[in-house]
């Protein structure tokens, strides 16, 4: 049983900063791929941020030079979003995407609950 557990969500105004982090839990061997994903109102899932076990990281043409993706050092199975500079339309439900290996199942696709991040005045 894997789990990805998001926190850091909420509501702040035009031009602040959040963090959001992603812990996946589980019997986890082998962390391929972490990312984030949001889905506005009306709108489709979009992928944001992603960063692979190698360090590549991707990110969507609307949040290059404002957010930055990161694997914890540490744990290597919790991911952080530093969104700064945040704008109106980057409102919408953030989902953690995981692409993980455990130790009874080979690699599958796994996705937290989702978090709000609303910008507005």
């Known amino acids: 049983q894997v789990n990805l557990v998001e926190s850091g969500g909420g509501l702040v105004q035009p031009g602040g900063s959040l963090r959001l982090s992603c812990a996946a839990s589980?019997?986890?061997?082998?962390?391929?791929?972490m990312g984030w994903f949001r889905q506005a109102p009306g709108k489709q899932r979009e992928l944001v941020a992603a960063?692979?076990?190698?360090?590549?990281?991707?990110y969507a043409d609307s949040v290059k030079g404002r957010f930055t993706i990161s694997i914890d050092n540490a744990t290597k199975n919790t991911v952080h979003l530093q969104m700064n500079s945040l704008k109106p339309e980057d409102t919408a439900v953030y989902y953690c995407?995981?692409?993980?290996?455990?130790?009874?199942?080979?690699?599958?696709?796994?996705w937290g609950q989702g978090t709000q991040v609303t910008v507005s005045s």
């Open positions: 960063i692979a076990a190698g360090g590549i990281t991707e």
């Open positions: 995407n995981a692409e993980l290996t455990t130790l009874n199942r080979p690699s599958s696709d796994y």
């Open positions: 589980g019997r986890i061997s082998r962390t391929s791929f």
